[in-house]
């Protein structure tokens, strides 16, 4: 009890702590390195043989449907144990936060049975990427269950594909938000806590991992401020033997910078990482696509390091690397407690996505190649639950997928429907033609009067460019280079370029800190917060404007 008294700032956390370590006792490392061997290989059978996803989806949805059954929200849907899909389909609108944002606040309240049987005492506070809003999402005992579960899954995956357990013998740093739990005065009296996602994953944990693994610390991973963060993880890991990193990609970029200046204050000046961590095998990176800072992580972390790549949101973990080559696609995660179901992206339509349940396809309706709206059903309570997110399917057997980017931060402001995978491969490709560094990018559109009263107008790039930038180009230079991948990659781009409805593209090369303050200002300063890479609309690039008027 020392030690949670230590760690935890709170009742909650506390509780959380001692039903972990009540659950799974911190086992000697011997037997975990046994334990692992023994699981890597089952996960490697299973994942060449034996597994059967479909099969999981269907076993998956008789449970939640059993468990559905006896919530508010699942009777009012007349939900329950032996509904077919069909019913449920017929019955289950598809719904976005919004719609069960209600049935949220009462389970804060306290109130038992709204959205999954019982009470609900912690929630995960998501980034609010696309709407700047943070979203409140129920992190029951089940759904915990679930993060722990995919989380070792996904750990498993690596090792199996790598085919030995060395990565488990030194220790493995997270690099996320806070994860400190904040009592939400607004559900007193019951009492209510919230963290984000980094928070409820850590939380948990087996006893184990916490003791054999799990870096920087209890104390140093519940430091909110980012830049103080950054500092006490540099000061206490430098010279630990760390063998996995983990993070959202630009960060891990910041991190690397100060264990460098860390490293040259000691006489041991460093080019890579592999210098200072020499078992440093493993960076598993999640959030966002590598894209513009793939090769720049592969230079300062060591030619050895293997990336493995995870697909987890708020909402829940999605998919994992399963293969040498993320060109493959990530292995949906069919057996960890959630129900997917994907809709065609040619049928989406956010002003009447209630509508368009039947044309939503479990699993075995998908096909290779098409673009789906995610849509989840989870322990947590959510119902065909639209996370926002973009998918394709790259393989079928076995599902496998690739994020292509968010409903929401999409370009289509002229018909040219301009997914974020598309922008980041372009900026990609052509910063890789030059070698090019990118600190962070933003695309918006530019609209040009028309007398004929069609909506025209062009692209708008901000680019910020690492400083020392060998060969630093102009913008038309970029934006040339920019112009034609994008005609390569989306034909609908193509076409407007050709017919003049979209004007030659516009780069804006600004001073370095101009993001950061952006962020800053939006309080999306490290952790878990990413940059939105375009919108259709010009909210951030005007205030990008005002900040680099005031840069120059």
């Given at each position: 009890m020392d030690r949670v008294k230590f760690a935890c700032s709170n009742e909650a956390e506390a509780q959380l702590f001692v039903g972990k370590a009540s659950v799974m006792p911190a086992l000697p490392k011997p037997l975990v390195l046994l334990g692992a061997s023994v699981r890597t290989a089952a996960t490697t059978l299973r994942l060449r043989y034996g597994s059967n996803p479909v099969a999981a989806q269907h076993r998956t949805w008789r449970t939640l449907m059993g468990r559905f059954g006896r919530t508010v929200h699942g009777r009012a849907a007349h939900l329950g144990a032996g509904l077919s899909y069909g019913q449920f389909q017929a019955r289950v609108p598809l719904q976005t936060y919004e719609q069960i944002a209600p049935l949220i606040e009462r389970m804060k309240h306290g109130e038992a049975d709204m959205l999954w049987p019982g009470q609900c005492s912690f929630y995960v506070l998501s980034a609010g990427t696309t709407t700047g809003?943070?979203?409140?999402?129920?992190?029951?005992?089940?759904?915990?269950?679930?993060?722990?579960?995919?989380?070792?899954?996904?750990?498993?995956y690596y090792t199996a594909r790598v085919g030995h357990t060395g990565v488990l013998r030194g220790r493995h740093l997270f690099l996320g938000g806070s994860t400190a739990l904040a009592l939400l005065p607004e559900s007193r009296p019951f009492e209510a806590y919230a963290g984000d996602l980094s928070s409820i994953v850590a939380f948990s944990l087996p006893a184990w991992v916490e003791k054999h693994l799990y870096e920087p610390g209890l104390e140093v991973s519940r430091i909110d401020d980012w830049d103080a963060k950054i500092k006490a993880i540099t000061e206490r890991c430098w010279q630990r033997d760390i063998t996995l990193l983990a993070g959202i990609p630009n960060w891990l970029l910041l991190l690397v910078d100060a264990l460098r200046v860390r490293a040259r204050s000691h006489q041991r000046p460093i080019n890579r990482l592999q210098e200072l961590w020499p078992n440093l095998e493993c960076l598993v990176h999640s959030g966002m696509p590598?894209?513009?800072?793939?090769?720049?992580?592969?230079?300062?972390?060591?030619?050895?390091?293997?990336?493995?790549?995870?697909?987890?949101a708020a909402e829940g973990f999605i998919a994992a690397q399963d293969t040498n080559s993320s060109q493959g696609g990530l292995r949906l995660m069919a057996d960890t407690g959630l129900f997917f179901e994907f809709?065609?992206?040619?049928?989406?339509?956010?002003?009447?996505?209630a509508s368009l349940g039947a044309k939503a396809v479990p699993l075995e309706g998908v096909k290779p190649g098409v673009d789906y709206a995610l849509l989840v059903t989870t322990p947590a309570g959510l119902c065909r639950h639209a996370l926002g997110d973009v998918v394709r399917f790259l393989t079928t057997k076995p599902p496998r997928l690739i994020y292509v980017g968010r409903t929401k931060l999409q370009l289509r402001a002229f018909g040219e429907n301009v997914l974020e995978k598309e922008i980041t491969d372009a900026l990609t490709s052509v910063c890789a033609n030059h070698g090019w560094q990118i600190v962070n990018f933003h695309l918006a559109p530019i609209f040009a009067s028309s007398l004929t009263g069609q909506t025209r107008g062009g692209h708008e790039w901000w680019v910020e460019l690492k400083p020392g930038t060998v060969e630093t180009p102009t913008g038309p230079v970029l934006a040339a280079g920019l112009d034609t991948e994008l005609r390569r990659l989306n034909a609908d781009y193509s076409a407007r370029r050709k017919s003049g409805i979209i004007e030659p593209p516009v780069v804006r090369l600004v001073m370095p800190g101009v993001f950061e303050q952006w962020m800053r200002h939006r309080a999306r300063w490290g952790g878990q917060h990413k940059m939105p890479r375009c919108r259709s609309d010009r909210e951030i690039a005007d205030e990008l404007a005002q900040l680099a008027r005031f840069h120059a």
């Open positions: 809003r943070p979203k409140y999402l129920p992190a029951t005992g089940e759904m915990m269950a679930h993060f722990r579960r995919a989380a070792f899954a996904a750990g498993f590598l894209g513009p800072f793939a090769e720049e992580l592969r230079q300062t972390l060591g030619p050895a390091v293997k990336f493995h790549e995870v697909y987890a809709l065609p992206m040619h049928d989406y339509d956010e002003t009447r996505l």
